[in-house]
């Protein structure tokens, strides 16, 4: 009888790890889905903090890798690449959020990163607001919503028209 509750208990003992890490396992998957799939929550983590969130630091990361993954081994074409790479790295995702909502501010962050005038960013952000092929991959990234933004992205990547734009974009 002893030696059948012996069992019974040890039973019991083995079974709290493996719930414990259980719940823990499902706790933090929820928490990933929570703030990758609700973009509202991560947003008001970006505006309440002022700093970005860690959804907004991956983002950023992958970014500044496929930037870097355009190196062609010409130092002057690096060098340039190089400095978008680290004006990117340091610039708030706030701001880009506000500058893909709003002409003025995008306006304003072509002067301020570029090194673009007054003129050229003006006309470069009237083009980035007025093309229809962009709406998608702006509204989102202004929602902050960067799994719709990778998807309009992804549509609209090697397209005719994106490769129009940059061309438009290059004379400024």
């Known amino acids: 009888m002893r030696s059948q509750r012996q069992l019974a208990l040890r039973k019991r003992k083995k079974k709290w790890p493996k719930v ?9 998957v929820l928490g990933v889905i929570f703030v990758v799939k609700f973009p ?4 008001a983590w970006r ?10 630091t991956a983002v950023k990361s992958t970014l500044v890798k496929k930037i870097e993954e355009q190196k062609t081994g010409n130092s002057a074409v690096d060098a340039r690449i190089d400095e978008a790479a680290s004006t990117l790295k340091a610039t708030k995702m706030a701001t880009i959020v506000k500058a893909a909502g709003d002409q003025t501010a995008m306006t ?21 607001f007025a093309s229809p092929e962009l709406t998608d991959v702006r509204e989102a ?17 090697g397209s005719a028209a994106l490769s129009s734009l940059k061309a438009t974009l290059g004379q400024y």
Do not use: F, H, M
């Not at 509202?40 to 947003?43: L, P, S, V």
């Not at 505006?47 to 907004?56: C, I, K, M, S, Y």
């Open 141 to 157: 990234v202004a929602a902050g919503d960067w799994v719709k933004a990778y998807q309009a992205y992804r549509d609209l990547n």
């Open 20 to 28: 414990l890490l259980g719940i823990l396992l499902v706790l933090v």
């Open 40 to 43: 509202t929550i991560n947003n």
């Open 47 to 56: 505006n309440t903090t002022g700093t970005d969130t860690p959804a907004d």
């Open 108 to 128: 304003s962050l072509l002067k301020q990163t570029t090194g673009a005038t007054s003129e050229q960013a003006k006309a470069a952000a009237a083009l980035l």
